[in-house]
């Protein structure tokens, strides 16, 4: 495979950064997040919100200065349950469920840097290296883009969920998909052409080696 697999290798590399990123997302670093929630200024009747943005990320949320514990796995609706009149509870336990599926981030981390490190084998290794680099590549490629899907549908089904639930008088909540969310596609993304490059460099040695094989007849 030779040269073939420094792209690959590059690429995984580049998802593990990708990773890396989103595990420190909020509430270790405010900066990446998976959902965000812009609260506005209300003033009406008994209820008196002061405006900020509600963060979520892998290992809880943050409400401007305020910060849930670091866990794996977290109730959505604590943090607006902050909100002064605004009492929402959701029963269903398979979105709570999902936020445990989160881990699967740093898992596609961790699996990315063992197929970085094998791929670095696979430069001066020979076919048979090629082909478990794309096989493992190719199998984290796959478990990434589950973990994206999970990423994704926890969250919008918790937005359509929060949609339904909240009415604050006089206000309206936006809320969106956050850049985190667009860092998975992205890390899921180049695993996938990763192991597209390494296909493709098994498929090129063995196209040169007939070359050569033919030239010294």
Known sequence: MGRAAIPAVFLAFAALVLYIFITVSTPVWDKVNFFS???????????????????????????????????????????????????????????????????????????????SLFGLLAIRGGRITAIFLTIFEGFTALV??????????????????????????????DSKLDNAEWLSVAAAGCLIVGSVLSLLGICFGRSSTRRRDISYV
């Open 144 to 173: 990434g883009i589950v973990t994206l899907a999970l990423n994704v549908a926890l969250f919008k089904v918790f937005q359509n969920i929060m949609n339904d639930r909240l009415d604050i008088p006089g206000a309206q909540i």
């Open 37 to 115: 929630i812009q609260v506005p200024s209300v003033n009406v009747a008994n209820i008196n919100i002061t405006p900020g943005t509600i963060k979520y990320g892998f290992l809880g949320w943050c409400y401007n200065d305020q910060c849930s514990d670091k866990s794996l796995g977290y109730r959505l609706e604590d943090p607006i349950n902050q909100l002064p009149g605004v009492n929402i509870t959701i029963d269903n336990k398979a979105v709570e469920n999902i936020t445990y599926a989160l881990v699967l981030n740093p898992v596609c981390g961790l699996l990315s840097l063992l197929v």
